[in-house]
């Protein structure tokens, strides 16, 4: 299986956007990961379609928006128009959208269907929308803020997921978003991921193109 690396812009220069999107492409990166928070679905505020734009017209590769907003549904559209290619929402309550609906509207804007969930909601929740979605989003942290210690136990989630896309033949793409490094790349390959966001583990490299070889080299001993 091959492993995608989207690095987390959220961890990068913001000072030097432009810059840091040239130098992850060059160095290898399959996706971006951009990380839009609201202040109310997580308590912490970071960026929205503006800077998805600016770096859309930096980079052809594919942007993977992952939304942890309250009212997903409503704000869909400017991050369609921002050039998204995938798009993740939450599907916990405080996300406040009815998750079906706004799976089929990011699907009909002709974008990737994502769906995320935290480390304290269980399988089950995401459960049912498994064959309406491209992506499952699984958190191996609390979302809001990188830099935080993977959860090891998420792999169980993972795992599920994976037995649940080989049963049905489905072509979905797992992620694990969180803590990601060269050894909890490898824990989650080894249980079924084959997407791994990382933020602080490649942009708080000095050298971005060994940083993702090394989160994919975990992978190609497999
Ligand atoms: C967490 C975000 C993650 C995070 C990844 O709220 O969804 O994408 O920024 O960052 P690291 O790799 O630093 O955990
Ligand atoms: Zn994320």
């Known amino acids: 299986m091959s492993v995608l690396v989207a690095p987390s812009i959220l ?9 840091e999107v040239h130098a ?6 399959d996706w971006i990961h951009c990380d839009v928070m609201d202040g ?3 308590d912490n505020i970071s960026f929205g379609p503006m800077i ?6 930096q980079t052809k590769l594919p942007l993977d928006v992952h939304l942890m907003i309250q009212h997903a549904d409503h704000y869909l559209p400017r991050f369609v128009k921002a050039g998204a290619d995938s798009i993740n929402v939450h599907v916990e309550p405080e996300a406040k959208h009815d998750v079906a609906k706004t799976l089929g509207a990011i699907r009909d804007a002709g974008c990737r269907a994502g769906l995320a969930f935290n480390p304290a909601t269980p399988f089950e929740k995401v ?10 989003l699984v958190m191996t942290v609390h979302p809001g803020f990188g830099g ?15 037995e649940w896309q080989k049963s049905h033949d489905a072509p979905l793409d797992i992620t694990v978003d969180g803590g990601i490094n060269p050894e909890t790349a490898r824990l989650s390959v080894q ?3 084959n997407v791994l966001v990382a933020g602080t ?22």
Do not use: C, T, W
């Not at 992850?24 to 990166?29: H, L, P, Q, Y």
């Not at 459960?127 to 499952?136: A, Q, S």
């Open 40 to 42: 109310h679905f997580v």
């Open 191 to 193: 249980n079924g991921a």
């Open 201 to 222: 583990s490649v942009f708080h490299a000095k050298d971005y193109a060994e940083a993702i070889r090394q989160l994919r080299g975990s992978s190609d001993s497999q």
């Open 24 to 29: 992850i492409e060059k160095a290898g990166a």
């Open 52 to 57: 998805v734009d600016l770096v859309r017209k």
């Open 148 to 162: 935080q210690p993977f959860r090891p136990e998420m792999m169980a989630k993972v795992k599920r997921a994976r």
């Open 127 to 136: 459960e049912p929308f498994l064959d309406k979605i491209d992506i499952l």
């Open 11 to 19: 961890a990068a220069d913001f000072s030097r956007l432009a810059q």
